[in-house]
């Protein structure tokens, strides 16, 4: 009889996990307030509730400014065009990431030139920065991916020996601390999402924030059709509406009220999984960088080395954890297996001097194509909102999951 329960076998945790998003009568009582006040929409930009939750936010993270707006895409669009970033420029991002990254250069008309990460962080690896620097690069969209953070020491040295901008993709970082500054608050912008599964979320929406009065007055007119946001009202953009209406500003308000404490228990449960998994064979800790300081995350990303599970590869590990009862999947490929990215499927909406640098066939990114196509697996946030004995059930099933190596279905199954 199989023991795997992707076989058929019992699973370690059939009782699953917390469901996310929290909720319980204060979010209720937020929406209904928002219905009975008739003031429903982002216009006039920012509403009340966005203000406040703008403040906020910013305070928490430690920036002068909040933008919120409709999504953590057309943040880092908005950051670029805001920066004067567009035709002719180019914008260096990470090779594992999402999508949206690299789809915010070409959004603003300029070149995303995709960069290999780090074996120990899978974040954007400096080295690789510094030798993409071109006399067009204007911009470096670091991400911090998963419980990790980009190497912004490093970073910030290469923007500024070259004179280029920064946009923190922090979509799966709000909390997050570098040498005791916020995520988002150390380049020019940074870029948050609100997304549905996001660890603040509202089930939509993005926020910017920025240091910069003229950056962030920009940004407000970037996402209110263009509306001059400065005082004398001569500043006019070439804006559209990328406004978020109050009903999701006030539910932001009242999952902000709960962040902090969401935040501390899944750093000790986090926490607790690297000192358990280890002892799994196979399973290799992607041990966070001590310049963390406040440290929060999304979802944890660890590594599994295939032939310590009879040569099955991430995709097919996580989905056995999934069928223990385990919130776990393979999030990103590499950049260049994007199907955007593939000339049969995409009509990438790029300069035509552009095109021939996005030629899959010529990019090669050994770290990255490792991570994604074999290495990477990505724990769901819940899996840290279960306390201590549902991280060991985590473990159990991967010990078990590699016990049984040998029932996992193969490729061609
Ligand atoms: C790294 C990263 N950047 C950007 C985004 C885009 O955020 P949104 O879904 O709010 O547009 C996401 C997730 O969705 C993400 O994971």
Sequence with gaps: MAELAI????????????PWPVWDD???????????????GGFPEPGPNAAE????????????????????????????????????????????TFTATAYAPMAAGALPV???????????DPEQVEAAVTPRTKAIIPVHLGHQMADMDAVARIAAKHGLAVAEDCAHAPGQQWEGKGAGCIGEFGSFSHQSSKILTAGEGGTLLTNDDRLARLAHSIIDCGRAKDP???????????????????????????????RKERAATGAYFEELAPQVEGVRIMARDPRITRWSFYNYIFAIDPDAFAGATNGTVAA????????????????????????????????VEHAGRLDTSTMSFPVAEEAGLRQSIYLMENTFRAGGEGIEDVVEALAK???????????AE
Excluded: C
Excluded at 66 to 88: D, F, R
């Design 320 to 351: 056995a954890l999934e069928a223990e009862g385990i919130p776990a999947e393979v999030q990103y490929p590499p950049m260049n297996r994007y199907d955007l990215f593939d000339p049969s499927r995409s009509r990438l909406p790029v300069a």
């Design 401 to 411: 999951v590699r016990k049984h190596a040998n029932e996992l279905p193969g490729p």
């Design 114 to 124: 995709i960069v290999d990460v780090t074996p120990e962080t899978w974040t954007i």
């Design 26 to 40: 204060r979010d209720v009582d937020a929406v209904a307030d928002v219905v009975r006040s008739g003031n429903w």
């Design 7 to 18: 076989r058929g076998g019992a699973a370690v945790r059939p009782q699953g996990f917390p």
């Design 232 to 262: 004398e009202e001569r500043e006019f953009t070439l804006g559209a509406n990328y406004r978020l209406g109050e009903f999701h500003a006030a539910l932001l308000l009242t999952q902000m009220d709960r962040f902090e404490e969401q």
């Design 53 to 96: 939750f703008e403040a906020r936010f910013a305070a928490y993270q430690g920036a002068e400014h909040g933008v919120l707006m409709a999504n953590g895409t057309v943040t880092m669009e908005v950051a670029l065009k805001a920066l004067g970033i567009g035709w002719g420029d180019e914008v260096i991002v990470p090779a594992l």
